[in-house]
């Protein structure tokens, strides 16, 4: 069974950094995507940024392009948001998304972390 560990939310100052980690664990056959995506209250979950597996592409929504980095560890299946120039807006719990094929089966499966908060104010 595949899950997605999350890591790395914390309470920030605006203009701050912080890193996130997601964890990818399980008999896995391949991994398609993983990526981010926030939820902020009494808003709909948006995607951050996402990063394909093999060719290294991403892709960031507009608000966060230029402050927000993605990046890959192929050897622990983990990816990294590396956030910085933090503004309250960012406030929001972080979910961890993953497309990948489980070693058990040939299908595709979207699978979800539990979510990590992250919180930026002064």
């Known amino acids: 069974q595949v899950q997605l560990v999350e890591s790395g939310g914390d309470l920030v100052q605006p203009g701050g950094s912080l890193r996130l980690s997601c964890a990818a664990s399980?008999?896995?056959?391949?991994?398609?995507?993983m990526g981010w995506y926030r939820q902020a209250p009494g808003k709909q979950r948006e995607l951050v940024a996402r990063?394909?597996?093999?060719?290294?592409?991403?892709n960031a929504a507009d608000s966060v392009k230029g402050r927000f980095n993605i990046s890959r560890d192929n050897a622990k299946n983990t990816v990294y948001l590396q956030m910085n120039s933090l503004k309250p807006e960012d406030t929001a719990v972080y979910y961890c998304?993953?497309?990948?094929?489980?070693?058990?089966?040939?299908?595709?499966?979207?699978?979800w972390g539990q979510g990590t908060q992250v919180t930026v104010s002064s």
């Open positions: 399980g008999t896995i056959l391949r991994i398609y995507t």
């Open positions: 998304n993953g497309e990948i094929i489980p070693s058990e089966t040939r299908f595709k499966f979207t699978y």
């Open positions: 990063i394909n597996w093999s060719s290294s592409l991403t």
